[in-house]
């Protein structure tokens, strides 16, 4: 079972009766979840994830409007909950990374993950905030939240604001062109195979985080990376793809291959800014196609940025 599903029953076998209960009081100032760090809050989890930082338990997020008082009594309350549930125990101290499970203000929680306490956000911290860690603070589930102080945070911080996006997709495009287009066969030519490796892996990476960014979604960490591109909905079928691109060698054949399948995502990566209107044309090369995404950016300031500056 998913750790997010025992996370769920452990919150309605004990958690649920404990707020309906003795803190019903608190109703309209807690909520409740599963999100943060560690597969199991993206459901990339398997049985080996359980081998480190892995419990029962959930995350009752407090709004600040909360007294410390009651912060503490709800605190202790969860403690002593069952330290035991379908053969996953608790530990007494605190996992790799701090506390990940508990009694927490919300504020406390998005002030760890993206330096916000409220998330209010400029468009340069949205531009420079890693994003591992907005994808932190909004993946998982919630399950409790009768005031929605969590959800509509949630929601906001759920895609990049569109100018952000743009600055951050003309950058992953000029990457793509600069590694995959020409970098990458001309360090053959230089028999350089070390470096062709590191600038093909640099287009796979950039690739995947432009189909991420077209997808208006984030990008997570490299060890499930291939997992979450599998479950986007336009551009999945492209695993292969990069599979191959990664993990094949560099013979003649498989140099020509590699070349088209870089040719072939450059252009349906094209196609798909077109139709999203992100540009008003397609371009005889990725480096055009990035200059004019970058200047289909509105605000002045962040147009005027240097291209890569979002990547």
Known sequence: MKGIEIAKAYY?????PLLEGKFSYLKDQVAVGYCGSGSECYGFDDELSKDHDFAPG???????????????????????LPREFMGCQR???APVGGMRLGVMRYSDFLKDKIGSSDAELSLEEWLYLPEDMIYEAVNGEIFLDPSHFVTEIREKLSRYPEEIRRKKLAGEVLFMEQSGSYNYERCLKHNQKEAAQLYLYRY?????????????????YEKWRFEALSRLEDFSYLK?????LLTHENTEEEVRYKTELILTIDTLIMEECVKQKIISMEEDDLEKVAYQINDSITDATLRNMHILSGV
């Open 240 to 244: 292969d793809s990069f599979y191959y």
């Open 58 to 80: 959930f995350q009752v997020f407090v709004s600040d409007e909360v007294d410390e008082h009651d912060f503490f009594l709800l605190e202790k309350a969860y403690r002593a």
């Open 12 to 16: 309605k076998t004990y958690g649920e």
């Open 204 to 220: 796979v990476n950039a690739a995947m985080h432009a189909i991420f960014l077209l997808n208006r979604t984030y990008m997570p």
């Open 91 to 93: 530990p007494f101290d």
